[in-house]
């Protein structure tokens, strides 16, 4: 039992503690008692900003926006602030406030969200005091408008070059200064928002354009801004009641001027109309009026200055500012954007270009196209030239025996062989052909890459790089020819030869048949020859023994029996012949008598 009690005390303590620390956490919180907003239901009017141009005067022809170029300047100090007293409806009241003249706007005064980038996603509402210290402003208010129970950001909204929040074409005043300084006051349409030939890099929404071209605008603004009531009446009670105001405007020499008067919704301050005559008996040339009531705050090096209306949630005996949506922040120069396109450093609000790199934002390069001509293209380091391609601007190929990207590779070609200059591929001189020119034509042809055929008599080889047929060939060609020749006649004999022996008819008898036959007629021929010789030999031995002859001649004329004188007469003369010619007559007898 015990126990549960020590539990019980400790809980309860506990909570204590976290309800003592919550109250110290919001003592400085407002009980935003002092609301002065111009509509009842939603933000803007919901007609068209075609209505707005086609309602105000002929004299503004179309433009339902004043620009004005900046100061543009830098001289220290950044800014000056100055507090001011001042009477209002003859000495009956009189009102306190600030006026800050900014110098140089473009580099000097940002549009913050609350608490910092990402508080208008994230619906924050922070005070002015705590956004402008952790930006570093020198000086700071507030600027645009809020929905007090979901603290969502109204209107547009464009913090350091960053689209935030686009109203989709509300029509409510607006203020913002552009890419190159321009200041602009009025109503834009979401064209004019969203364009990028000249962005803004600074914007924010108010309500009620004060001064146009150094006149009172505000019977205009009623119309072009009308819609029906707010939480505390309609925008012409907004218009008319006294309260503690914001605005923001520039004179004639393009600076920029930040005011703020304190006072408290229907019992001290001013109302727009006096707003906007005070402004323009100071030299203001066109201003609009920012969020007001209890959120008119103004804060000098993160500390509050001005004298808040709304009461604070830990004892209403004391006023507290407000918790606000956007901030109007003046701080030491910056560069636009705050990081010089990541090519510079910033430095005392101006860009210090790194090398290859210029302009205000360092955003362009020194290198401008054609520069670099058609065969490279700029960098930041200059040109950077195409493979093939070299020098400052990219106008001379490669040396000789160089190619590729900067003409730092070497060519690896043989007998006088050029490569290209981009890939390295290697062209050939007449007479030689391969990758690296290394091959000379195959014999027979000549020429570029060896295409064109030798015409020379009996098929004989030609210069390889004229194609003169008059041409002494060098030691090894013609050792390669003479090898080939032979090579080649040695092919063709057999080539002919095994022809021939295809073609050849078959023999009718073998190979042994014809050697029997061979050996037949040889033995015969032996016979023949022996017989031959014995016959001789027997003639021979005749001749030499006559009486040993078995045979005997018989002139004609015996055997005819007719004898001639003539003959005998011729006998003497030419016996042997007669006796050669004369046939020899075997006979018996003769022989018989031998």
């Known amino acids: 039992m015990a126990a ?82 001042t009477d209002v409806e003859k000495g009956t009241r009189w009102v306190l406030g600030h006026m800050t003249v900014v110098h140089d706007p473009l580099k000097m005064v940002s549009v913050l969200e609350p608490g910092g980038p990402g508080g208008c996603e994230m619906k924050r509402r922070v005070s002015v005091e705590d956004t402008a210290k952790a930006a570093g402003c020198l000086y700071a208010q507030n600027a645009g408008f809020f929905k007090t129970k979901t603290s969502e950001c109204l209107g547009n909204v464009v913090s350091s070059g960053r689209l935030v929040q686009d109203s989709k074409g509300v029509q409510n005043a607006q203020f913002g200064i552009r890419r190159d300084g321009t200041l602009v006051f009025g109503y834009l349409s979401q064209k004019d928002v969203l364009d990028q030939s000249n ?33 505390t009446g309609s925008l012409k009670y907004f218009v008319d009641v006294v309260s503690a105001r914001t605005a923001v405007g520039h004179d004639e020499e393009g600076r920029l001027i930040l005011f703020q008067i304190d006072g408290q919704t229907e019992k001290r301050g001013m109302n727009l109309w006096q707003v906007a005559e005070f402004l323009k008996d100071n030299g203001v040339v066109n201003a609009i009026n920012l969020d007001g009531g209890g959120s008119s705050t103004y804060v000098v090096n993160g500390s509050l200055t001005s004298y808040p209306s709304d009461h604070c949630i830990s004892d ?130 000549f020429g570029a890459s060896c295409a064109q055929e030798c015409r020379c008599d009996d098929l004989c080889p030609c210069d390889p790089q004229t194609g003169s047929c008059n041409t002494t060939l060098p030691v090894d060609t013609n050792y390669t020819l003479h090898r080939a020749g032979r090579c080649l006649a040695k092919q063709m004999f057999t080539s002919w030869r095994q022809e021939e022996e295809s073609h050849r008819e078959q023999p009718y008898l073998t190979e042994r048949s014809w050697l029997v036959i061979t050996l037949v007629l040889t033995c015969l021929l032996l016979a023949s020859l022996i017989v031959s010789c014995h016959q001789v030999c027997c003639r021979s031995v005749t001749s030499r023994f006559p009486e040993r002859k078995d045979y005997s001649y018989v002139p004609l004329r015996d055997i005819n029996g007719a004898p001639s004188r003539t003959a005998e007469n011729r006998k003497g003369s030419l016996g042997v012949e007669d006796s050669d010619s004369q046939e020899e007559i075997w006979s018996p007898s003769h022989s018989g008598r031998s």
């Open 199 to 231: 962005p803004f890099v600074q914007l924010v929404s108010g309500v009620i354009w004060l001064l146009r071209d150094r006149k009172i605008y505000i019977n205009e603004s009623l119309q072009a801004e009308c819609s029906e009531t707010e939480e």
């Open 4 to 85: 549960e009690w020590v539990k019980f005390c400790y809980s309860w303590l506990l909570l204590w503690f976290c309800i003592r620390a919550s109250e110290s956490r919001n003592t400085r919180r407002s009980l935003d008692d002092d609301l002065l907003q111009p509509y009842t239901q939603g933000h803007g009017p919901t007609h068209s900003h075609r209505h707005v141009r086609d309602c105000q005067a002929h004299i503004y022809d179309n433009a339902t926006y004043e620009s004005y170029t900046s100061h543009g300047r830098s001289s220290q100090p950044v800014a000056e602030s100055k507090v001011f007293v």
């Open 316 to 445: 209403s005996r004391w006023r507290c500012s407000r918790e606000v949506s956007t901030v109007l922040c003046v701080h030491q120069p910056l560069c636009h954007p705050a990081n010089c396109s990541e090519h510079g450093e910033c430095v005392d609000g101006r860009c210090r270009c790194e090398k290859g790199w210029r302009g205000a934002a360092c955003d362009t390069l020194v290198c401008q196209p054609p520069a670099c001509g058609p065969h490279g293209f700029c960098t930041a380091s200059g040109c950077i030239c195409d493979a093939g391609w070299r020098g400052t601007n990219c106008s001379e190929a490669c040396l000789p025996g160089f190619y590729g990207d900067g003409c730092t590779k070497t060519c690896s070609c043989f007998n006088n062989g050029s490569c290209d200059p981009v890939n390295g591929r290697c062209v050939c001189p007449p007479g030689f052909h391969g990758d690296t020119c290394e091959k000379a034509c195959p014999s027979g042809f």
